[in-house]
């Protein structure tokens, strides 16, 4: 870029916004809203920011240009320290930050897994918001059991073809959100109008997992990867992944089909805070 | 036609640009990104004996006009996976590939020194000028000229490769640390990291770094790296890597008119994003051809008369 371009677009500095509302989704999962106009587009993360506990990226599970959502699960110091909360409360936010979902497709699938499900959602309103047919897209959400479903009421108003699955059958279809991604696949293609896109948000292994499905039926795909972040603007290097050195936090998180069959690490290993591999456990 | 290839401590460089220490290189393939780019070379984020995971919080703030504060904490795998990444990503490159090395005591820094020596890097830079690290190890050695000359023999004393010392421009005299390191045995000086600075959010009346302070880069560092690199190249015989606030063409040989034989580049990825190395190369050869320079090695030092 220019200089002159770059100059033009000037800095930007953390906000400070208070907590206009909190939902609680499930248990420790939460989504804080701030009236605020991001300008996001679904796919984009959020940093959070906390005095003394640090900053760090959240995925916006809502945007509606008045108000956007995040919605975070309590994992660590940071996000446990945000189930806290009280509405009121004051939050650094920087962003939106990164590449977002590209919006391609006219028939798609959203697989979304745990709290991935936000962009998920995210994805599916704005899409309608431009004039997409909600029958045109599928939103196929999975979780270990029922209490952790995410954003099923929200998907069954926005008329969307809605797909559930438990591991533990307590709800919707029992086993793996990959198996009902197989089989709307496979309705689609059989009643001849087959599904041209793929989004999935979710666990690494389940977007390995949805990536390989992709391949396999020859649909296109776009995957949100997780990576650690450290500065999220592309200039640590934190989050930069193998073998070219792809910055998740400026060159994704969004990738699509061809960038995540180059990405080597893609469901083998991602890395920690000091840069060292952490290998995934399958099975 | 302007010719970019030049040559510094043994170093074949296609370009003087080199990517600077700490942005983007925690891994190899970000080496191989900036090289792929167009740097000549590219230095690895610093080592140390255990990996670090680095300050936690806001960590860099961009500001002002093409400047910005970082206080990253020295992240990094640690001396062994460090090793591994070096010597991975340089089967994959024919360009340079600089290590770069951090500790908090002068026996460390030996013992880095002979142990990333196997992954036998074109370069040892050695970083004795972390502004962010205070409490841990306290004031810098590169803030006072016997500290930096100690570091230096004993990095030169574990190993053959060629070291270059990262010097500091928080210190009062930086051209007598120059000197000292030189007689110390060093092979080259790397002019200059960070400035020490701090942000203040007024609406909260709170630093926006979570360390509190931290190191100035780009336009900001510009003018005080330039000083750096002239009154260095004054006193010294050594080579000098020129860096800070390089982010045109003109910004590069300016530092090479100051005295640099080869210019790092770190902030201006954040500014003109990971093709900054291309851009700054066609601006350079640009230049070269309006002042009528055919070469980089005619312009080092150009600026004392």
Known sequence: ?283 | MADLSTSICGMKLRSPLILASGITDTTGASLLRAIRNGAGAAIIKSVSVEPREGHKGHVVQEFDDLSMINAMGLPNQGIKHAIDELIEAQKRTDAPLIANIYAGTVEDFGLLAREISKAKPAMIEVNISCPNVHDEFGTPFSALPEAAAKVTKEVKKNTSIPISIKLSPNTIAISQVAKAVEKAGADCITCINTLAGMLIDIDTAVPILSNLSGGISGKALKPVAVKAVYDCHEVVKIPIIGTGGVLTGRDAIEHIMAGAGAVGVGTALFYRGQEAFSLINAEMKEEMKRLGYKSIKEMIGLAHH
């Open chain 1, 1 to 283: 870029m220019t200089l002159q371009k770059a100059m033009e677009m000037g800095v930007a500095t953390p906000v400070k916004l208070p907590i206009a509302k909190i939902v609680d989704e499930a248990k420790d999962i939460k989504t804080f809203f701030f009236t605020h106009l991001l300008k996001s587009e679904p796919g984009q993360f959020i940093m959070v920011i906390l005095p003394k506990l640090g900053m760090r990226p959240m995925s916006i599970s809502s945007d509606n240009g008045a108000e956007f959502g995040t919605t975070i699960c309590g994992v660590g110091p940071l996000s446990n320290a945000m189930m806290e909360k009280k509405p009121g409360d004051i939050i650094g936010i920087r962003g939106p930050l990164g590449k977002p979902f590209s919006g391609r497709g006219n028939h798609v699938v959203l697989v979304g897994g745990g709290y991935g499900s936000g962009p998920m959602a995210f994805w599916a309103e704005r899409a309608i918001a431009r004039g997409m047919d909600s029958k045109k897209i599928h939103y196929i959400v999975g979780a270990r059991t029922k209490e952790l479903l995410l954003f099923e009421e929200r998907m069954r108003r926005a008329k969307v073809n809605l797909h559930i699955a438990t591991n533990d059958g307590s709800h919707g279809y029992k086993g793996f959100n990959i198996d009902l991604l197989r089989q709307v696949i496979e309705e689609a293609k059989h009643s001849g109008n087959p599904l041209d896109m793929i989004y999935t948000c979710g666990p690494e292994l389940m977007e390995k997992a949805v990536f390989d499905v992709a391949v396999e039926t020859g649909t296109d795909c776009e995957i949100s990867m997780e990576r650690y972040m450290k500065c999220g603007i592309g200039i640590c290097g934190s989050c930069a992944v193998d073998p070219d050195g792809l910055l998740i936090c400026v060159d994704g998180p969004c990738v699509n089909k061809e960038t995540a069959a180059k990405i080597t690490e893609f469901g083998a290993y991602h890395r920690d805070a000091s840069g060292q591999k952490v290998y995934y456990k399958k099975g």
